[in-house]
């Protein structure tokens, strides 16, 4: 165990010269040098830049890059029990453990995030309905708070400020290492079953009716479908292939093709996008026992180099929500119907459903079904996304904060309420504001 703790000590690319910046007993001289009179702060952490929004944007002041405290400083075989650096990615997660026998257990659309980010924003997976959020299996964060000390919090230990890091943004400090739990697998392969569905109360049904008896489950949408075709979709529902199904543990990387330009403005309008549509739901049939590897059914957008390029030199956003499930068919109809008066054109939709709330006090999930659909950024869009909001409050919903970049103050109070609690530990933890962002500054989340 020792020998394997050692050589794992060696897998990351952090120069051991520089390592030594981040051992324990210099963290506060690091913070030192990040103090806001010392070099204009506020200052936030960022790792690889994955969310959509400002989240690690801080305008004015000071960023401090993540990306190469990445070693792996602890593994044990026997439970799958892993403490790395914050800067390790879920990719070199992958690269690493999946031909061992463990992959991770929880896992966003995007393999090239770090772990910090997904404590950070308490990230979901197409299995949330089954096995919650991220934070679920982390059993410690160790963090650089403001005075300077280095203080681990966990579910027992420091429980406040867990649950106030985990799905706040950054905000309660920089997170240094994290320890989590990976999930056993026997391949490297997903069994998926593809159901085509010819309106959203179809989509719905098979969710409702089936997606209990799978690890994964996930839809896309066309969200320009009208008529008695509204909501029509493909959903995707999986299981992790047994060793006698396929006893291969190989991360297969798909071939990468690059988006080389943006293309004109012209090119994204909602006719284009709905003969997309029509013709990616007519191509793709009802299909069982599918052999899909890990990188084609959890990563399709990573082998697309470069694809917000797609949207155009103006780019996107995204806009993802929670509705509850008792009026989910009808809030989501309201949200696609709403669109469809307008120009806007989503190019891209996913549903999933949602499983039990984690104890994060700004973490996103919440029972119920989450819509996530990216629109190319032209008149009118943000207008069009303030009135969403009001649908999606009205019914109990929220907007996730990893994922925006335009949200109100006044309707992020309404939507967390324990925004309260959050800011009375962040006060306690932070009070001189050394840590903010974007995105806390425009929220109301302390900060100067």
């Given at each position: 165990?020792?020998?394997?703790?050692?050589?794992?000590?060696?897998?990351?690319?952090?120069?051991?010269?520089?390592?030594?910046?981040?051992?324990?007993?210099?963290?506060?001289?690091?913070?030192s040098?990040?103090?806001?009179?010392?070099?204009?702060?506020?200052?936030?952490?960022?790792?690889?830049?994955r969310?959509?929004?400002?989240?690690?944007?801080?305008?004015?002041?000071?960023v401090?890059?993540?990306?190469?405290?990445?070693r792996?400083?602890?593994?044990?075989?026997?439970?799958?029990?892993?403490?790395?650096?914050?800067?390790?990615?879920?990719?070199?997660?992958?690269?690493?453990f999946?031909?061992?026998?463990?992959?991770?257990?929880?896992?966003?659309?995007?393999?090239f995030?770090?772990?910090a980010?997904?404590?950070?924003?308490?990230?979901?997976?197409?299995?949330?309905?089954?096995d919650?959020?991220?934070?679920n299996?982390?059993?410690?964060?160790s963090?650089?708070?403001?005075s300077?000390d280095?203080?681990?919090?966990?579910?027992t230990?420091?429980?406040d400020?867990?649950?106030?890091?985990?799905?706040?943004?950054?905000?309660t400090?920089?997170?240094?290492?994290?320890?989590?739990?990976?999930?056993?697998?026997?391949?490297?392969?997903?069994?998926?079953?593809?159901?085509?569905?010819?309106?959203l109360?179809?989509?719905?049904?098979?969710?409702h009716?089936?997606?209990?008896?799978?690890?994964?489950?996930v839809?896309?949408?066309?969200?320009?479908?009208?008529g008695?075709?509204l909501?029509?979709?493909?959903?995707?529902?999986?299981?992790?292939?047994?060793?006698?199904?396929?006893?291969?543990?190989e991360?297969?990387?798909?071939?990468?093709v690059?988006?080389?330009?943006?293309?004109?403005?012209?090119?994204?309008?909602?006719?284009?996008?709905g003969l997309?549509?029509?013709?990616?739901?007519?191509?793709?049939?009802?299909?069982?026992r599918?052999l899909?590897?890990c990188?084609?059914?959890?990563?399709?957008?990573?082998k697309?180099?470069?694809?917000?390029?797609?949207?155009?030199?103006?780019?996107?956003?995204?806009?993802?929500?929670v509705?509850?499930p008792?009026?989910?068919?009808?809030?989501?109809?309201?949200?696609?119907l709403?669109?469809?008066?307008?120009?806007?054109?989503?190019?891209?939709?996913?549903?999933?459903?949602?499983?039990?709330?984690?104890?994060?006090?700004?973490?996103?999930?919440?029972?119920?079904?989450?819509?996530?659909?990216?629109?190319?950024?032209?008149?009118?869009?943000?207008?069009?996304?303030?009135?969403?909001?009001?649908?999606v409050?009205?019914?109990?919903?929220?907007?996730?904060l990893?994922?925006?970049?335009?949200?109100?103050?006044?309707?992020?109070?309404?939507?967390?309420?324990?925004?309260?609690?959050?800011?009375?530990?962040?006060?306690?933890?932070d009070?001189?504001?050394?840590?903010?962002?974007?995105?806390?500054?425009?929220?109301?989340?302390?900060?100067?």
């Amino acid at each position: 165990m020792r020998a394997l703790e050692r050589r794992i000590s060696g897998w990351g690319r952090f120069p051991q010269s520089l390592c030594n910046l981040y051992r324990p007993e210099r963290f506060r001289e690091v913070l030192s040098v990040l103090a806001p009179e010392r070099k204009g702060g506020p200052y936030i952490a960022r790792g690889y830049g994955r969310s959509y929004g400002d989240a690690s944007l801080n305008q004015g002041h000071g960023v401090v890059l993540m990306e190469r405290i990445d070693r792996f400083l602890f593994f044990e075989p026997e439970s799958g029990l892993l403490r790395c650096e914050a800067g390790v990615q879920l990719a070199e997660i992958i690269r690493v453990f999946l031909p061992r026998g463990w992959f991770l257990p929880v896992t966003p659309g995007t393999r090239f995030c770090s772990v910090a980010a997904c404590v950070a924003c308490d990230v979901h997976g197409k299995n949330h309905h089954k096995d919650g959020a991220f934070s679920n299996f982390v059993e410690e964060v160790s963090l650089l708070a403001a005075s300077g000390d280095v203080v681990s919090c966990s579910k027992t230990g420091n429980p406040d400020l867990f649950w106030a890091t985990v799905g706040g943004m950054g905000l309660t400090g920089i997170i240094l290492e994290v320890t989590l739990r990976l999930m056993p697998v026997k391949s490297s392969h997903i069994m998926v079953d593809y159901v085509r569905t010819r309106n959203l109360a179809e989509t719905l049904a098979h969710f409702h009716e089936w997606d209990n008896h799978y690890t994964y489950s996930v839809a896309w949408l066309d969200c320009l479908a009208r008529g008695s075709s509204l909501g029509r979709g493909l959903l995707m529902m999986g299981n992790h292939a047994t060793g006698g199904e396929s006893s291969d543990l190989e991360f297969h990387q798909g071939r990468s093709v690059t988006v080389p330009f943006c293309p004109p403005v012209w090119v994204l309008n909602k006719k284009s996008a709905g003969l997309f549509n029509l013709l990616y739901h007519a191509g793709h049939k009802s299909r069982d026992r599918v052999l899909a590897n890990c990188d084609e059914y959890f990563y399709p957008l990573d082998k697309v180099l470069f694809w917000n390029r797609l949207y155009g030199r103006n780019g996107f956003v995204q806009y993802q929500c929670v509705i509850p499930p008792a009026d989910a068919g009808e809030v989501i109809t309201q949200l696609l119907l709403r669109i469809g008066k307008t120009g806007a054109s989503p190019f891209l939709a996913v549903l999933k459903r949602m499983g039990d709330r984690s104890g994060g006090l700004l973490s996103f999930p919440i029972p119920g079904y989450t819509l996530a659909m990216d629109f190319p950024l032209k008149n009118g869009v943000l207008d069009l996304l303030t009135r969403l909001d009001e649908v999606v409050l009205a019914a109990g919903g929220r907007i996730y904060l990893a994922k925006d970049a335009r949200l109100s103050p006044g309707h992020f109070a309404r939507m967390y309420p324990e925004a309260g609690q959050w800011q009375s530990i962040k006060k306690r933890i932070d009070p001189g504001g050394v840590f903010s962002s974007d995105l806390g500054r425009r929220l109301g989340l302390g900060g100067c």
